[in-house]
């Protein structure tokens, strides 16, 4: 088996500006980082749903005016959306009980303001775009497209997000990918191992999109935060979701998800996998 397969596994019409997704078989649930929505889509009765998580909910929002949901984790029966944090109108946590099909928003902008001065970011490189809830800890990844390349791990401790918390942080420089840096798009934990995504993008804003260079996967482990592996998946994908879909002794498969920084609302949906002999 090659080190990785990649292919297009189905479309959705619905969803645009795909950021973000967690399977939960049957149903994938996806974010989009210009949408006021959570999406529901059963794929096995091929039905998309629309959950509104803020007020006034619309399917694209201005880009001064969105919330910028740019992160999805999950634990138990619990779906939790990070705004990015890029602007002060992002700085949103929205917890979704998909059981109870409850809705709780959390105003996170002094954990954005400590997490900024703990890993010596600047508000214009601040720009959070992957989440991990393994019920004990949060793992909440800046990723590294503003001037100063800051990819970083802000490893959270605590009863809540609000003002009972600890944290530390790890910075890693990551792979150019055609000759420009990549930086975390979104993360997964699976046995132990952060399986993560980097994109590198032409730019030097965490507000203005640029010309896309590439996607990556790449390993970090969880108990030393070493970055263990790297390998590129694409030249010209902007990859920015990452779910685990099937784990076994010799593969690991996700499902991911591309922004294509349009109004439109179709989205792909990919599937990765991995040859565990050679990770």
């Known amino acids: 088996m090659e080190k990785f397969t990649l292919e297009l596994l189905f479309q959705i019409i619905g969803i645009g500006s795909a950021s973000g997704l967690i399977y939960k078989s049957p149903s994938l649930y996806v974010i989009g980082d210009n949408s006021g929505y959570l999406y529901e889509y059963n794929m096995e009765a091929k039905d998309l749903q629309q959950h509104a998580i803020i007020e006034n909910a619309s399917v694209n929002i201005a880009k001064k005016d969105k919330p910028d949901f740019e992160a999805i984790t999950s634990f138990e029966d619990k779906l939790y959306v990070f705004g990015s944090g890029s602007t002060p109108k992002r700085n ?134 070493k970055l263990e592996f790297t390998q590129k998946i694409s030249d010209t994908h902007k990859f920015e979701g990452l779910t685990l879909y099937q784990n076994s002794d010799k593969t690991v498969e996700f499902l991911l998800c591309e922004d294509k920084d349009s109004e439109v609302l179709e989205t792909n949906i990919y599937k990765l996998v991995l040859d565990k002999s050679t990770l």
Request: aromatic share 10%; proline share 1%; glycine share 8%.
């Open 92 to 225: 949103k946590m929205v917890e979704i009980n998909t059981t109870e099909k409850e809705i709780k928003t959390n105003d996170l902008t002094d954990l954005y303001g400590v997490m900024q001065s703990f890993g010596q970011i600047k508000p214009d490189d601040f720009n959070l775009e992957g989440a991990i809830y393994t019920g004990k800890e949060w793992l909440l990844f800046n990723r590294g497209n503003g001037k100063k390349s800051k990819n970083v791990i802000f490893t959270i401790y605590g009863k809540n997000l609000i003002n009972e918390f600890n944290m530390i942080s790890n910075e890693y420089k990551l792979p150019k990918i055609n000759g420009v840096r990549s930086s975390f798009t979104d993360a997964v934990l699976v046995d132990a191992k952060i399986y993560f995504l980097a994109t590198a993008e032409d730019t030097q804003s965490t507000y203005n999109d640029g010309e896309v260079k590439g996607s990556l996967i790449g390993i970090i482990d969880i108990e030393t935060m």
